[in-house]
């Protein structure tokens, strides 16, 4: 790992996420004040499905926006939740009963989902995109199984840049965070988080890299700046090939 990029190789990632499995949830809340929930929720509205719609939620962890979509599907709809951790979809697996709408959780990597093109009405990721080994891949993926009019969603942790909220944001991921993590017995896994922020594009050039996958985009910042909320709805050319309509834009 290097300290200054925050990147891992691949196969490290998902030891990773394999380890910190068991207090993943905890520790979301513990870091965001419970506040995770309602920014899952926000993705989930922006997605824009409903009754009977089929969605995928890539890089799902332990399902939980996964289960906020099932609600918008409803029992006619269906939701799939892929990761690459099989402990993270364990741990998913045990809260599907709780789900909506028929869920399954499926072990499949971002970078080669094994779906068709336009199968979903829409593909979310949350708080998962800053671990893709190749974003630009990831992203075209995504774009890829869903359907024309369809959205990708991004949640995503970003760095704000105004102080004080600034000041605060990189004592709390810098300091605070890490600390958390020693505590809860993974230091590495929690020191890794704050860099995979840091070195994670921009509000702006993220839109701009779904927007080159044939994505029409907009995105909106929340809590302060911390949170951003990138939507991308999927447009043809008059050739069929995926095309963005218009360039990113801010709400």
Not at 89 to 95: E, P, V, Y
Not at 152 to 165: D, N
Request: charged share 20%.
């Amino acid at each position: 790992m290097s300290e200054d990029s925050g990147t891992l190789q691949e196969p490290q990632v998902r030891a990773m996420f394999d380890r910190i499995a068991g207090f993943y949830d905890v520790m979301n809340s513990v870091m965001t004040a419970g506040l995770h929930h309602a920014w899952r929720r926000r993705a989930a509205d922006l997605a824009g499905v409903g009754p009977g719609d089929r969605v995928l939620d890539v890089a799902t962890g332990t399902g939980d926006l996964a289960l906020e979509l099932a609600t918008r599907v409803g029992p006619g709809g269906e939701v799939i939740g892929s990761d690459f951790s099989p402990q993270m979809l364990t741990r998913a697996r045990l809260k599907a009963p709780a789900a909506t709408a028929p869920i399954s959780f499926e072990w499949a990597n971002a970078m080669a989902l094994p779906y068709a093109d336009g199968e979903f009405a829409a593909a979310t990721v949350g708080f998962g995109a800053r671990n893709f080994s190749d974003l630009d891949l990831g992203l075209s993926e995504m774009a890829r199984v869903v359907r024309p009019g369809g959205r990708v969603v991004v949640l995503e942790i970003t760095t704000p840049t105004r102080p004080p909220l600034s000041t605060f944001y990189r004592l709390w991921f810098d300091r605070v965070v890490p600390l958390i993590g020693r505590v809860a017995g993974d230091p590495e896994a929690y020191s890794y988080l704050p860099n995979s922020v840091k070195r994670f594009p921009a509000p702006r050039e993220l839109a701009a890299k779904m927007h080159r996958c044939g994505l029409d985009v907009r995105y909106v910042l929340t809590a302060g700046g911390i949170i951003a909320l990138h939507v991308g709805t999927r447009v043809l050319a008059e050739d069929g090939r995926p095309a963005g309509a218009e360039g990113p834009r801010r709400r």
